[in-house]
């Protein structure tokens, strides 16, 4: 399964992830021109593999602020956060703003994002019902930049 979108331009121009095989669990890999598109693709890639994203109505937003030690552990953290919400308020998101930034604090540099996502409570008699996403995992997740930025997930369905 994979997503393309033909407004963006970036190192993989239209395809903004892709999914790969992994025993008993769910990989993809997200992209995007810069850092943030690649998390805001990773999260949108995340809630395709609970439901069809196309479907999901921007009726409500939840804004995101994490401070995190370094980029892996940032991922982590909005996907975690984004799993929150939809286990406690059962929301499904499609769309997402994600500015992130770095800066030093106590002679340390952390990794903020500051984030607004769009959508709306699952609704079974609208939206499609496919995996149950248990956690975001720190497995074999990688980031790189070249031409463009690539996040690699793995997901524990």
Known sequence: MEIKDNNKSNSHPSLKFEFFDVTADVGYRAYG??????????ALAMFEVMTDTNHIKPELLRKITLKSEDEEALLYDWLSELLFFHDSEYLVF???NVEISD????GEKVFLLEAVAEGQEFDPDVHERRDEVKAATY??????KKNGYMLQV???I
Request: net charge negative.
């Open 139 to 144: 497995h074999m997740m990688d980031i790189q």
């Open 154 to 156: 793995i997901l524990d």
């Open 103 to 106: 800066k030093m604090e106590d």
């Open 33 to 42: 021109k810069t850092l943030n598109q690649a998390f805001e693709n990773a």
């Open 94 to 96: 499609s769309r997402f």
